[in-house]
């Protein structure tokens, strides 16, 4: 059985003018676990400067950073205690000006996470909020309300943390007197802000100029779907929720008011000069819904998390492009794609792990960097790093967990984190992909630092170095720079159109002006007529009576 030829899917002639992001490899670092310069065993602004020409030849387009401002740290610095200063964790200020400064000298664009949902519990707002037993303007700047019941001891509706447990914490007097509930999706310590509030709105337009002045080239918006939340804060009416997320419009994620304030974030964006841009973290129930953050006066890019819960199947794959193009291209903007975060279970283990696991990773990885649009790549996935899945409990810091083994009701976890977890990535076992990565050496901390790391690294992990891996043409490394030299080199891949091929059941061949691409998902080898002169391949090919014979779980590259 073949698949028809189909008719071009992905068309710029109806888009806007092209800029950078539309064909930009982004590479994600998670700055905790990057490279320490100090030896505290924790990532660093400064290690990050030093390894910036390890990115630059990698052949990325740009890097975005995970939050590095001052922070408790409840929340791997997703709780923000002051959105203009650095944490001493990571350096200071004069380190982000000068990471900044070094990546462009080097070709490199940064951007950086902005947290506008919620703030940490230590900010001054929340501080002040808390002092502010009477209801004043403090407390207005978050989402505060008196609890049911006869005394107020029920929270004030039914949403539940995405953490696990009630998304109310009930706040007390400096005498212990029970007072009114306030609202965090996440944890208890990350108090969500009232965006309906002007003055929060003119605080964050601030914030962001404050950074663009110092010279960042976007943003990444963390919960870009939550700021608003529906009018009266209504009860949802069932449980388990976090598996809701991502399925349908709920009372606290993807309000259409969320879109007023992207529109105003765009305006100040397109003010400054060198296309800055805007990335949409959001979770939506449907392609066409994502790409109403996307549209053209919106913001730049949002990720494409329906190809990362994709499962390892031809037509599966094939839906989710052609739905993902579709969506994207009827607002004129380019698709994303991305296989891995800091939220969820790596992509080499979510496709079976072992060598099974490597193979398919490697091969839905050259897929992701043929198909139209941008790519994101998470810091280690060039290296095949799979997740660390026996990491002791001790070690652990993510704050789902913790409050899971304190007792709060969480999700169920099935193989591989669950569905619900690839979805909201708040199952309790982010730690797994958030270990430093391995640079150099054959024992931990691999180069990651003069000290020991913040999350144990395994023994395994020593042939998945970059210095292990650098120079050999079979490892995941290697496979990595050649496609993204060749990507940079070939006119027809980036942003552009695309079109499918006839392929046999269980193979993906699509078409780009020059260049073909073949992966095969089957668990044998597939046989199809040669397509044109191979440049690259995830294994070795088998030619004879002008056919190829393509390995399971590979794919290949073709020049036509």
Same mark, same amino acid.
């Given at each position: ?27 994600? =670092?998670? =700055?905790? %676990? ?85 703030? %940490?519990d230590q900010h001054a707002w929340f501080r002040a909020a808390l002092a502010d037993r009477h209801g004043g303007p403090a407390r207005e700047r978050y989402h505060f309300r008196p609890g049911r019941g006869e005394s107020g001891q029920f929270p004030p509706n039914d949403w539940e ?24 999706l996440f944890a208890p310590e990350q108090p969500d802000l009232n965006w309906d509030n002007p003055e929060v709105a003119r605080e964050f337009e601030s914030v962001l100029r404050f950074w663009l002045d110092l010279g960042v080239d976007g943003f990444r918006v963390d919960v870009a ?24 419009v709920l009372p606290f994620f993807d309000q259409d008011g969320v879109h007023e304030i992207h529109r105003s974030w765009r305006r100040l964006l397109d003010g400054y000069g060198g296309e800055r841009i805007g990335v949409a973290e959001a979770w939506a129930p449907t392609s066409e ?31 989710? =492009? ?21 939220? +969820? ?78 979805? %909201? ?109 191979? +440049? ?25």
């Amino acid at each position: 059985m073949t698949q028809d030829l189909a008719p071009l899917v992905h068309d710029p002639s109806a888009r806007r003018a092209a800029g950078w992001w539309r064909s930009a490899v982004i590479y994600q =670092v998670y =700055v905790r %676990s990057f490279a320490d310069s100090d030896g505290d065993g924790v990532g660093d602004l400064r290690g990050v400067h030093d390894r910036l020409p390890y990115l630059a030849g990698l052949g990325v387009d740009a890097v975005w950073l995970t939050p590095f401002y001052a922070s408790p740290q409840a929340d791997g610095g997703y709780d923000v205690a002051d959105y203009r200063a650095v944490d001493p964790l990571f350096g200071d200020l004069s380190d982000a000006d000068r990471l900044v400064r070094e990546a462009h000298r080097l070709g490199l664009r940064v951007i950086v996470d902005i947290v506008p949902n919620h703030t %940490s519990d230590q900010h001054a707002w929340f501080r002040a909020a808390l002092a502010d037993r009477h209801g004043g303007p403090a407390r207005e700047r978050y989402h505060f309300r008196p609890g049911r019941g006869e005394s107020g001891q029920f929270p004030p509706n039914d949403w539940e943390s995405v953490f696990g447990g009630p998304a109310w914490t009930r706040t007390a007097g400096a005498d212990g007197t029970p007072g009114e509930w306030y609202l965090h999706l996440f944890a208890p310590e990350q108090p969500d802000l009232n965006w309906d509030n002007p003055e929060v709105a003119r605080e964050f337009e601030s914030v962001l100029r404050f950074w663009l002045d110092l010279g960042v080239d976007g943003f990444r918006v963390d919960v870009a779907h939550g700021m608003v939340k529906a009018a009266g804060l209504p009860d949802i009416g069932r449980g388990e929720q976090a598996e809701m997320i991502g399925t349908q419009v709920l009372p606290f994620f993807d309000q259409d008011g969320v879109h007023e304030i992207h529109r105003s974030w765009r305006r100040l964006l397109d003010g400054y000069g060198g296309e800055r841009i805007g990335v949409a973290e959001a979770w939506a129930p449907t392609s066409e819904r994502l790409a109403l953050y996307v549209r053209p006066d919106e913001l730049h890019q949002a990720f494409n998390f329906q190809f990362l819960r994709c499962p390892w199947d031809a037509a599966a794959m094939r839906e989710v =492009v052609d739905e993902s193009l579709a969506a994207a291209g009827s607002v004129g903007a380019p698709t994303t794609w991305v296989l891995s975060n800091h939220d +969820v279970v790596r992509h080499t283990t979510r496709y079976g792990g072992g060598e099974r696991g490597l193979r398919r990773a490697r091969a839905a990885s050259l897929l992701m960097l043929a198909l139209p649009g941008s790519a994101y790549v998470y810091q280690g996935e060039e290296l095949g790093l799979p997740e660390v899945v026996d990491l002791p409990d001790e070690a652990r810091q993510d704050p789902a967990f913790l409050r899971r083994a304190s007792g709060a009701p969480a999700e169920e976890e099935g193989e591989g984190g669950g569905e619900a977890a690839e979805r %909201s990535g708040q199952d309790g076992t982010r730690d797994g992909c958030r270990v430093p990565i391995p640079w150099s050496g054959d024992a931990a901390p691999y180069g990651f630092g003069p000290g020991a790391s913040w999350l144990p690294q395994p023994a395994q992990w020593r042939g998945l170095s970059v210095e292990a891996q650098s120079g050999d043409p079979r490892s995941t490394l290697e496979l990595y720079r050649s496609a993204l030299a060749l990507r940079r080199s070939l006119p027809g891949l980036g942003d552009g159109p695309m079109g499918w091929l006839p392929a046999p059941e269980g193979v993906l061949a699509l078409s780009r002006p020059g260049l073909v691409c073949t992966l095969n998902t089957l668990s044998a080898e597939a046989e199809l007529p040669v397509p044109g002169r191979p +440049v690259l391949a995830t294994a070795p090919l088998e030619f004879g009576g002008g056919a190829v014979r393509i390995p399971a779980d590979a794919c290949v590259w073709w020049a036509v």
